[in-house]
């Protein structure tokens, strides 16, 4: 028979909070950052602006691309494809994530797992083109900052659910204490 599991809660758990903090950010990035690209998909001719994101952020996306992101102002086909799987792949998994998370639900181990794999993954074939590529940024420090957290951070939590094994928000119980032996008597 199988030691029972005590779930343990969600601010009892600081790497778990940590997650969650940065599945909600990923999560309005992609949204802000992921919609622009789609709307205007050349911004160095004339566009009109989307209704979303709002003109701010727009204009803010762009100097971004000019100043030091060229992969993401030049945003060639393979660039635009990471981009829908952040909109159709890493937008709804941040959004079944982040509940699942925060309530401890041990099914979102693997689909984390593999989020990590692809995660990883493209952040590193981005941060190859800002550093080796054509469209190589011209302050790698920066972009090594504003990417590297993207990078770091499915290692991390790929680590979490694995060496959480198979029951990542819970503990063995605390056994119970055995009844107190009887004297022998002579």
């Known amino acids: 028979m199988g030691a029972s599991r005590g779930a343990v809660p969600f601010l009892k758990r600081p790497a778990d ?50 100043t030091y992101d060229h992969v993401l102002w030049v945003r060639e086909t393979w660039f635009k494809a990471t981009i829908y799987i952040d909109l159709f792949y890493f937008a709804p998994f941040y959004l079944v994530a982040i509940p699942a998370f925060i309530l401890g639900k041990d099914w979102i181990r693997m689909p984390t797992m593999f989020w990590s794999g692809v995660m990883f993954t493209i952040v590193t074939c981005i941060l190859a083109e800002e550093v080796w590529g054509a469209h190589a940024s011209p302050d790698i420090a920066v972009i090594l900052a504003a990417y590297g957290p993207y990078w770091l951070a499915p290692l991390l939590i790929a680590l979490r659910m694995f060496v959480g094994g198979s029951h990542p928000f819970s503990r063995k119980a605390a056994a119970a204490p055995a009844a107190a032996a009887k004297p022998k008597k002579h």
């Open 17 to 66: 909070v940590a997650i969650v903090v940065f599945f909600v950010i990923a999560f309005f990035i992609v949204f802000l950052l992921d919609l622009e690209q789609v709307a205007i998909s050349d911004p160095s001719i004339p566009f009109d602006y989307p209704l979303m994101p709002p003109k701010f952020f727009v204009d803010l996306i762009h100097w971004w691309g000019r």
